[in-house]
């Protein structure tokens, strides 16, 4: 049998045991997938379309999964039309829906992300990292810069340059967190007590920090890494269904399967909907703040929608290899020219004390940020969570299915250490950094310069707009914000390019290549429904929708941390068995070669200490010797060892010497 006949745990030089030996059936519960029905590289699309069959993914003409593809685009398409031509009931019903979660789980959504942070880390610190994303031993299909640019760009891109400036300001000024030290709240109102303006500034910075750094990253580490597993490891398709396979079994094949990756495509959809809305309005300030045009109004979003998602489109058609790695490649080398442009031109030692004094600050109030649901804030700290922590916490949570399925696709060959590490502490860090930067300069303006960028007395703060005020307000801001609009449009189209092809995938049953039609379909279905829910409300309906899309996907998230770690601890069970038997081997081969060496030197002559070896007085017998008097037992002549009747001589630990042979002395 060929190393390829066994299960991915085994490697190409060990033979297969009756654990991973498909003849026999695996001893650890797991499933085995034969290697005809894997998918390979090499493989044409008609032979992964009957690989995918083999696997029990239903797929129809056209090469889509009907139980998927139809339902997902019914019910995407019926919300975009609602939403587009009655845009009041949409915009209220969203509004409730959203108060409504808000205000009764907000607590269920906090709880869930610290749960997602406690389960990544146990699993990078556990006997479970040193497993491999693929076969043992094999290397990682992308550099680390790649592999870094791809899952960054693709994961939070629009939302960094949209909140970069404008979040910590506000926390600054116009929308501190009810209940934090140094503000008040009158009649539903927060504002900040005279003389608490730069203590409320770092618990600010804190609070972004919180929202951008290992949270989210803990989502998508916990469905990338249940994806990434399925597919490298087990060799299963690429679909969120398969993640769920080690609590679920068989039955992911069938309806609950469909309704998971229903409820994948439902959330990703929105959530990339959510950020293509976020970014045609920052890209309208831009033109603002440049002059261009003199209020963004609403049909000029509209036109930039239908502008990036042709654009978008045409990145769908090229295909993964020359769009997306290229334009993420592309995406960091802009945003790392910008926020290094702004370090350098703004206040440069102010900028780098922030950023140090802001990860203090985080560390002593990041449990307490991690927990704090509001409980003694009332409506206020509902209305606060609505519009900040639980908006951000719905938005990644529906954003979960595309990133962890594309972060997952370009991990293969990565251990289970290095994907969490990489996934958590990089984006992390680039993300303290950005914020540090961008918001600390926009904070440096209003606290100690003389031209604030929000007035005294102001009641609302235009997140999109204060980049480009920030940036105004440096040389050479013309250039900056010019590259700044440019960083926003090729993050906006690359977002919609990994989601379109992460969408299809799911609606085409794992298939690696889906087809054209439908990936363009899924691009434009993006953007109408973006056009929907900026019609329908603008930002308050973008936070709505992900709030309402990530309810159910959260509960799927969780259920994929149980599934993950049994999945990982089968796996791991098969290494300890195979470590232990080749260890007995090992020792066994040691042992029959040489038992004495092994435990060394034995005393022959040693001292009777048997019970029975001590008598009573009249079962004694004196004897006379050269040193004197001795007391013996009685014993018979033929006793083991003593008189020339004896048996055969043993060795040490009563093995049998050969005739002849002598005790060393």
């Known amino acids: 049998m060929s190393s390829s006949d066994h299960e991915p745990t085994i490697t190409a030089d060990e033979p297969p045991t009756p654990a991973t030996d498909p003849a026999s059936g695996p001893e650890d519960g797991r499933e085995y997938v034969p290697p005809s029905a894997r998918i390979q590289e090499t493989d044409s699309d008609g032979e992964v379309t009957e690989k995918l069959k083999r696997q029990g993914v239903r797929l129809g003409a056209g090469t889509i999964a009907p139980a998927v593809f139809w339902p997902s685009l019914i019910l995407i398409a019926a919300v975009a039309l609602l939403a587009m031509f009655t845009p009041e009931s949409t915009g209220t019903v969203l509004s409730n829906f959203q108060g409504w979660i808000t205000t009764n789980l907000g607590w269920y959504y906090m709880l869930a992300i610290g749960i997602f942070i406690a389960v990544a880390l146990v699993i990078c610190f556990s006997k479970f990292g040193k497993i491999t994303l693929g076969r043992d031993g094999e290397k990682p ?7 870094f640019a791809m899952l960054f760009a693709a994961g939070m891109g629009i939302g960094l340059v949209f909140y970069g400036v404008g979040e910590p300001l506000g926390y600054a000024t116009v929308t501190p967190k009810p209940g934090w030290p140094g503000t008040e709240t009158v009649d539903g109102v927060t504002s900040i007590l005279p003389g608490q303006e730069h203590a409320v500034a770092m618990l600010g910075m804190a609070q972004t920090f919180v929202h951008w750094g290992l949270h989210p990253w803990a989502i998508y580490a916990i469905i990338g890494l249940a994806v990434g597993y399925a597919i490298h490891r087990r060799g299963r398709p690429v679909s969120i269904r398969w993640a769920l396979e080690p609590i679920l079994g068989d039955r992911v094949k069938g309806w609950m399967g469909d309704i998971i990756d229903i409820l994948a495509i439902f959330g990703t959809v929105f959530g990339i909907a959510t950020s293509l809305g976020l970014g045609v309005q920052q890209i309208g300030a831009g033109l603002s703040a440049m002059g261009i045009i003199e209020t963004p109004d609403q049909t000029l979003l509209i036109v930039l929608i239908i502008i990036i998602t042709l654009l978008a489109t045409l990145s769908v058609v090229s295909g993964i290899g020359r769009g997306i790695k290229w334009l993420s490649n592309i995406n960091l080398s802009m945003a790392a020219i910008l926020v290094l442009s702004v370090l350098l031109l703004g206040p440069t030692l102010f900028l780098f004390q922030n950023l140090v004094q802001s990860i203090g600050v985080y560390l002593a109030e990041v449990l307490n940020m ?44 990565r251990t289970v250490r290095q994907f969490i590490a990489g996934v958590l502490l990089v984006p992390t860090l680039v993300g303290f950094i950005w914020f540090s930067i961008m918001g600390g300069t926009g904070l440096w303006r209003q606290l100690f310069s003389e031209d604030p960028l929000v007035e005294e007395g102001a009641e609302s703060l235009g997140v999109e707009a204060a980049l480009f005020d920030v940036l105004g307000g440096l040389p050479l801001g013309g250039v900056l914000s010019v590259i700044a609009i440019a960083l926003v449009a090729i993050f906006f189209i690359t977002s919609s390019d990994s989601g379109s092809l992460v969408v299809d995938m799911l609606a085409s049953g794992g298939h690696p290549n889906p087809p054209i039609w439908s990936r363009i379909l899924f691009a434009w279905l993006e953007g109408a429904l973006a056009i929907g829910l900026l019609v329908a409300g603008g930002l308050g309906a973008l936070q709505a929708a992900s709030i309402a899309t990530a309810l159910p996907f959260s509960i799927i998230l969780l259920a994929m941390c149980v599934a993950i770690i049994k999945a990982l601890k089968q796996d791991q069970d098969v290494l300890d068995a195979r470590e232990r038997r080749l260890r007995y081997e090992q020792l066994s081969e040691r042992l029959s070669e040489d038992f004495d060496d092994a ?45 020339p009747e004896a048996g055969p001589s043993r060795g040490r630990f009563g093995r049998r010497r050969k005739d002849g042979q002598e005790e060393e002395k």
């Open 370 to 413: 991690t927990f704090d649901v509001g409980a003694y804030t009332g409506e206020a700290g509902a209305a606060w969570g609505a519009g900040w922590t639980i908006f951000y916490w719905g938005w990644w949570v529906s954003w979960a299915p595309f990133v962890g399925v594309f972060i997952a696709r370009i991990s293969r060959g």
């Open 141 to 147: 299909e992308h550099g680390v810069f790649s592999w």
């Open 599 to 643: 435990f060394g030197d034995q005393v022959d002559d040693r001292i009777d200490y048997r019970i029975s070896r001590t008598s009573g007085l009249f079962d004694r017998q004196r004897v006379s010797g050269a040193g004197g008097t001795a007391t013996r037992t009685a014993e018979p002549s033929t006793a083991q060892g003593t008189g």
